[in-house]
């Protein structure tokens, strides 16, 4: 398997790396802050590693469902079209 020029969340992967100790083919990420880092195919294709670790330090596991902010207003009469966010991944680097 080639994953390389592939992306997984914020991670480029550029090239191959050294396998881990279990014999696992890692990969040398980019995140898009500007971090690289070393990924297990397992941990990319699963969608556990989307990150160098950057995007946990910002969201620190999933908010709870109840949180008032995040509820969008509806009219249960007048249902508008659901607001899905899309994640894009942030312009700026910071180091
Ligand atoms: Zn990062």
Do not use: E, Y
């Amino acid at each position: 398997m080639d994953l390389t020029n592939q992306t997984f969340g914020q991670l480029t992967v550029q090239r191959r790396a050294t396998r881990d100790a279990h014999r696992n083919q890692r990969w040398l990420c980019v995140c898009t802050c500007g971090n690289t880092s070393t990924v297990p195919t397992t941990r990319l294709t699963s969608g556990r590693t989307q990150s160098c670790g950057c995007l946990r330090k910002k969201n620190p596991g999933r908010p709870p469902q109840n949180t008032p902010q995040d509820t969008p207003k509806q009219d249960p009469l007048n249902p508008t079209k659901p607001t899905k966010r899309k994640f894009t991944p942030p312009k700026t680097r910071r180091l």
